[in-house]
């Protein structure tokens, strides 16, 4: 008899969770309860839809998204390789069309022996006398995150999160606009809207004073730093989004040969050039408030959106509680937390902690843990033995790889000899666990 997995969610974490159980063959039963049950804020059905933005950090192995992509890749990362031929052009950083994305895996995993997608909510844990990956992701449907709580045995803890606006090329005046990338990383991938100091502080202005879409009464209006709303950025003092989103460090204007006081970027959203998306405006601003804003900006005088940003509830778990360093559930050793639920937070992040699942559910027992000298190690070790009194989703940095034999002044250097550490040590576990 093969051995089975069943996997909910069918997010990034549960989509590559999936190839890597099935590649190990074992039999995959992948529960999405989409469209049965849609969420705030996916578009589709597509499972792996990536529901802000279109872009996976850069590329540069300096950067804390660009190790942890190395290592994935290491680690032959499915989601990776679909990312790659999905691509749209984003300078030094990895940006897709996040539909075509959604599409392709989804019909890739359809067409893969062993797994079964099955569309259909699921409101109770399931009894794990065989693996279960909890991958349900920060948009959990409120049945499942009220039985997770019989699980967790407290109330599962939430931040809100807000996207970005889309906007319709053919409505947008590009010869306001120029194309750059700060300091000319890439082949000027992004299109910039100038701003003097007159609009950038209308525009200030204008969002600080609109009126934002309310939580509800029970609910606090809690924010994951690097998810801020624009608007909550710029109440934050009137240069914020100057030295933040806007920030022109790396921009000019090569008609006036001048740098912007700041700059609104807008990036490629899908392979087409249909669409493309603000650039750091996650906002929870009413639509028609964004609509009235937004058209202000130099070139969007007429924008059409094809959509707007809202703002969404994400759950995760208080995870040094309820998980160890393979991400097993402490109180059953069967059950695994996958993705944003688990309490990284990022999409590189969560896919890293899906196909992290993935390997060790396929196998009986886990093994060693990842060194903590890797990207992907050093963060689940992270999120397992952090404070619970205040524990919050957390991105993988550079600060969670130990200093000591790695001792440099030169902080690009120091993170070189980090990457490479890293990546010896990894390659060093995939030896010996014959990943």
């Known amino acids: 008899m093969r051995k089975r997995v069943t996997i909910i969610g069918g997010g990034l974490a549960g989509a590559e969770a999936a190839y890597q159980t099935a590649k190990s063959g074992m039999d995959v039963d992948l529960y999405e309860m989409r469209p049965q049950v849609m969420t705030e804020a996916h578009a589709g059905d597509s499972l792996a839809e990536m529901v802000c933005s279109n872009s996976l950090g850069s590329e540069e192995i300096t950067s804390a998204s660009g190790l942890l992509k ?155 730093d690097a998810c801020l709303p624009v608007e909550e950025i710029a109440r934050r003092g009137p240069q914020s989004l100057a030295f933040g989103p806007l920030k022109p460090v790396g921009l000019v204007d090569p008609r006036s040969q001048r740098r912007p006081h700041a700059v609104v970027q807008l990036r490629q959203d899908d392979l087409k050039k249909n669409f493309f998306q603000l650039v750091g405006f996650q906002t929870r601003l009413k639509y028609g408030d964004q609509k009235r804003i937004f ?30 360093q393979f991400s097993q559930c402490k109180k059953n050793s069967r059950i695994y937390f996958a993705g944003q639920i688990s309490g990284v937070e990022g999409y590189v992040e969560s896919v890293a902690s899906g196909l992290l699942c993935g390997l060790f559910a396929s196998r009986d027992e886990p093994r060693d843990p990842l060194p903590e000298t890797t990207a992907i190690g050093s963060l689940l070790a992270y999120i397992a033995n952090a404070s619970w009194q205040d524990f919050r ?33 990894l390659e060093q576990w995939i030896k010996k666990f014959a990943i």
């Open 295 to 324: 058209r202000t900006l130099p070139g969007l005088e007429n924008a059409e959106f094809e959509r707007f940003g809202r703002m969404h509830r994400n759950t995760y778990i208080n995870a040094p509680l309820i998980i160890n």
């Open 393 to 425: 989703p957390s991105k993988f940095t550079f600060g969670l790889l130990a200093d000591s034999g790695v001792e440099c002044r030169d902080k690009k250097r120091k993170k070189e000899l980090k990457a490479e550490r890293a990546c010896e040590a």
């Open 70 to 224: 190395r290592e994935m890749k290491m680690l032959d990362s499915f989601f990776l390789r679909s990312a790659e031929k999905a691509r749209v052009p984003a300078g030094s950083s990895l940006a897709v069309d996040r539909l075509q994305l959604a599409a392709n895996i989804t019909t890739e995993l359809e067409a893969m022996p062993g797994i079964r997608i099955i569309r259909q909510e699921i409101r109770e844990i399931p009894a794990a006398d065989m693996p279960l990956i909890i991958a349900s992701g920060p948009l959990t449907s409120s049945a499942f995150a009220q039985a997770l709580s019989g699980l967790t045995m407290r109330k599962n803890l939430y931040f809100f999160d807000a996207t970005c606006p889309l906007i319709r090329a053919e409505s947008i005046d590009f010869s306001k606009l120029f194309a750059a990338c700060r300091y000319e990383k890439g082949e000027a991938d992004f299109l910039n809207i100038p701003l003097d100091q007159v609009q950038y502080e209308s525009l200030v202005k204008s969002m600080v004073g609109a009126e934002p879409e309310q939580a509800r009464d029970f609910e606090k209006e809690i924010y994951f």
